[in-house]
């Protein structure tokens, strides 16, 4: 069975400051695909990374970067000098596939509170 | 252009009644997914159809019956409304043999009185 476990209910910071997002998935499946998504006030899905078991390389999207490290089963998000904008739930997911289809397990998300 | 879409995205109804909502996209996909997400945030799938075809029926009340009347479609319908139902409900699509690339709707929430 897969899992994904994000600890961190709510974290509030000032804006510019960093913000680190932990993400701890299981499974046994060794081709997967790990995900975060942003859902803002407003509710809807946000997309912001896909990464597939085998790339390991950490991605930096403006102020945006992850890090993935198999060996801890981990996919962390880092948002670097917050803004209010950034004010949102956070959620890590993962995704074993087939051919046909993917059953996306979503983490419990991480609300981040970003105030002026 | 609209990719996934949603009718209506917000759903107001009292117990007991039926309704419905209905999952369009126009991305050529042949996979389509209903995910509920509950009142804590939660995400979890419910159904999730291949041509036509249901694949993934998680452990939901059967008062809940999706129906995809073609690959561009996927309804759900649910009967005799419960408190509990409340919830926002996102309707998803991926292309054929790319099951990890899932394009989110909108979401419908719906509100039981």
């Known amino acids: 069975a897969q899992k994904v476990t994000q600890a961190q209910t709510e974290i509030s910071v000032v804006e510019k400051e960093d913000v680190t997002l932990d993400c701890v998935y299981e499974?046994?499946?060794?081709?997967?695909?790990l995900f975060w998504y942003k859902q803002p006030p407003s509710g809807e899905l946000v997309f912001l990374i896909r990464?597939?078991?085998?790339?390991?390389q950490n991605e930096i999207s403006g102020r945006y970067s992850w890090n993935f490290q198999k060996s801890t089963s981990s996919f962390n998000f880092t948002i670097t000098a917050s803004q209010v904008v950034d004010s949102a739930v956070y959620f890590c997911?993962?995704?074993?596939?087939?051919?046909?289809?993917?059953?996306?397990?979503f983490g419990a998300g991480t609300q981040v509170v970003v105030t002026p | 252009d609209t990719a996934v879409s949603q009718t209506p995205k917000y759903l107001v109804t009292q117990m007991g009644n039926d309704k419905s909502i209905k999952c369009e996209q126009n991305l050529g996909h042949d996979t389509m997914y209903w995910y509920k997400q509950d009142s804590k945030k939660f995400l979890k799938i419910m159904f999730s159809y291949n041509n036509k075809e249901l694949i993934i029926n998680e452990t939901v009340p059967n008062r809940f019956s999706p129906k995809s009347p073609d690959k561009a479609h996927l309804n759900l319908h649910i009967n005799s409304l419960e408190l509990g139902d409340s919830a926002v409900y996102f309707c998803a699509s991926s292309p054929p043999g790319r099951g990890h690339e899932q394009y989110f709707g909108p979401g419908t929430r719906l509100t039981v009185t």
């Open positions: 990464r597939n078991s085998f790339d390991e």
């Open positions: 997911a993962l995704s074993v596939t087939t051919d046909s289809w993917g059953k996306f397990q």
């Open positions: 499974t046994r499946d060794t081709t997967y695909y």
